[in-house]
């Protein structure tokens, strides 16, 4: 039998013009306190997190449940501290010294074959590195994880990896921050790219909810669920 794959929620910020970040080499910060700990506690109820390869690069993040508190409830309930860190690189140039490595729990990072061959002897000791064959497919990805017992899979970007599961049809729930400024930037990264998505322009998605969180806004969709 197949392994049940995840349910999969994409977490996203970006601005009214549709960007992710600006195009200076420092992050842009989007979001606000409360909604940074409305995105740890989603970090918390997920049995993992994933993150592109080309943000993992860009941002340098950690990927933490940083509530002491909501730690100490999963280990409670016979979870890991941490959910598992996750990550998706085909050529497998991510650096070892990257603190994503070296913060929080397990890790797994999904490549290429020929990106396990330089990323194994890199990674040695600090994850758990599989090759997908020739191409690092997200439904090889999803099949491996549930696997692994991942039952909720949190993917927190960048845009490349978003527009995959979007125009892929995997993403069972999107949390999208839309905050109150524009970015204005062509170089600027945006929260997803071109591509061919599932039902094309004409389909709308259904809304799930949509409130305030300080001064910016969360949409909650179904991507699978067409508007009634």
Request: charged share 25%; hydrophobic share 45%; net charge neutral.
């Amino acid at each position: 039998m197949a392994p049940t794959r995840p349910y999969v929620l994409l977490s996203a910020a970006m601005s009214l013009d549709g960007h992710l970040d600006d195009a200076s080499p420092e992050r842009l910060l989007l979001s606000n306190p409360a909604d940074f700990d409305r995105v740890d506690a989603e970090r918390a109820d997920s049995d993992a997190v994933l993150i592109g390869g080309n943000t993992l690069r860009a941002d340098n993040p950690r990927l933490l449940v940083n509530d002491p508190a909501r730690r100490a409830a999963r280990v409670a309930a016979g979870r890991p501290a941490y959910p598992l860190k996750v990550t998706l690189s085909a050529s497998g140039a991510l650096d070892p010294g990257l603190r994503f490595w070296h913060t929080g729990g397990a890790k797994v990072a999904y490549t290429t074959d020929d990106g396990a061959r330089r990323l194994r002897p890199a990674l040695d000791g600090l994850a758990d590195v599989v090759a997908l064959g020739a191409e690092a497919g997200l439904g090889a990805v999803l099949d491996d994880l549930g696997a692994r017992g991942v039952r909720r899979l949190m993917v927190e970007g960048g845009g490349s990896v978003h527009t995959q599961f979007l125009a892929q049809g995997l993403a069972d729930e999107l949390q999208l921050v839309l905050a109150p400024l524009l970015v204005g930037q062509a170089a600027a990264p945006r929260f997803v790219n071109p591509a061919a998505f599932p039902g094309g322009p004409a389909r709308r998605m259904r809304l799930l909810e949509a409130r305030t969180v300080g001064d910016v806004v969360l949409l909650r969709y179904a991507p699978k669920e067409p508007a009634a």
